[in-house]
């Protein structure tokens, strides 16, 4: 590996963490995501020189609070006004703990606080979530954008107006309890969802899953539900990130290229990943009449999962699962996937009609899936020259350069 990818996967698990560290003690998620970038810079700059360090984590943590330090000191002596930003920075040089030993400690705890502070009812939802998957997730601009189907420079303004509001409004970093918790727990949930997603397929770049980010989701997950065992839909979000967590090995072969879910060979599914979210779907159901909209993807998930082959899946309680979701929590991606769910349960002519209907809806022109979708079924239905200029279209759309690779085969009319 190069000094330069070690650096980056070292980014990758550090970022949220250092970010959480630092903003405990700072008090200014913004100021805390500054000063961790500025010390993965100085680490690209210094490790290809100097060679990597013994202890990365620690060597990015002491850079990233000395930056801290600097600035809040900086900022003091450019501005009289600000005596209580010194007494904060007095308090502040006192309290700062041994770095090196401090590496693990209430490193949950930590992230919890960032995550839930993020998620500030304060903060309308959509810089909620853009602020948390950018400090929690490590997720780039980009990226971020074409998880929300919006124009970059769109989240890149969100993420700077939520900093701004929360350090202007001197929120605490904390994770809140009782009613206000509850408050939160949507905004909360979206992100962890939101970094999965990012993780299971990646937006852009050279490689179709990230372990690391769905890891890291599901680890946040799980804490939440620990933390909050009675909320079904915190259970159910678990329980769906386990049951797509269990198809890892069998999603890409050796050389990382995608193998779709029909193909996939599922004696590599991880099954003990199966039953747990099966345990996890069951505890969330037994709180719930009216199952909320993670709940109900996770049920899509368990036929999946309780499928042996493709053919054993019950495609008809799939496509009722999705009309129930759109009901539930409307959206131009739910209504594509139930295109494909209406086409494997009663045929591609029908499934079709469903894509068809989202043909000028503004939210998918940007995006791959609809082309992508709208491929398949016309492939199936043997419109074979339409079928290959949408997976043509859906190759240009998409960002992701494993994803580009399969879906200009397809165009070519490559069988894969």
Known sequence: MTTSATVEAVWRIEQPKLAARLTRYLRDVGLAEEVVQDAFLQALERWPRDGIPRNPAAWLTRVATNRA????????????????????????????????????EDIDDDL??????????????????????????????????????????????????????????????????????????????????????????ASAGLDWLRADLCS????????????????PEALGLVALMEFNASRFAARTDRAGNPILLLDQDRSRWDWSLIRRGLDGLNRAMALTPTP???????????????????????????????????????????EVNRAVAVGMAFGPAQGLAVADALQDEPRLRDSHLLPTVRGHLLEKLGRTEEALAEFHRAAELTGNERERALLLARAAGGDV
């Open 69 to 104: 330090l600097d600035r809040l000191r900086r900022t003091v002596m450019l501005d009289g006004k600000h005596r209580e930003l010194a007494i904060d920075l007095s308090e502040l040089e006192r309290e700062m703990p041994d770095i090196e030993a401090a590496l693990d």
């Open 112 to 201: 919890l606080r960032l995550i839930f502070t993020a998620c500030h009812p304060l903060l309308p939802a959509e810089q909620r979530a853009a602020l948390a998957l950018r400090m929690l997730g490590g997720l780039s601009t980009p990226e971020i954008a074409r998880a929300f189907l919006v124009p970059e420079a769109t989240v890149a303004q969100r993420i700077v107006r939520a900093k701004r509001a929360l350090r202007d409004a001197g929120i605490a970093f904390e994770t809140p309890r009782g009613e206000e918790r509850r408050e939160r727990l949507a905004a909360v949930l979206e992100v962890v969802y939101l970094v999965f997603n990012e993780g299971y397929v």
């Open 216 to 231: 890291e989701a599901l680890r946040l997950g799980r804490s939440l539900a620990a933390l909050m065992p009675e909320e």
């Open 292 to 334: 909320g909209p993670y709940l109900l993807q996770a049920m899509i998930a368990a036929c999946h999962g309780r499928a042996v082959s493709m053919a054993d899946t019950d495609w008809i309680a799939i496509a009722a699962y999705y009309q129930a979701l759109a009901l539930a929590a409307p959206s131009p991606i739910v």
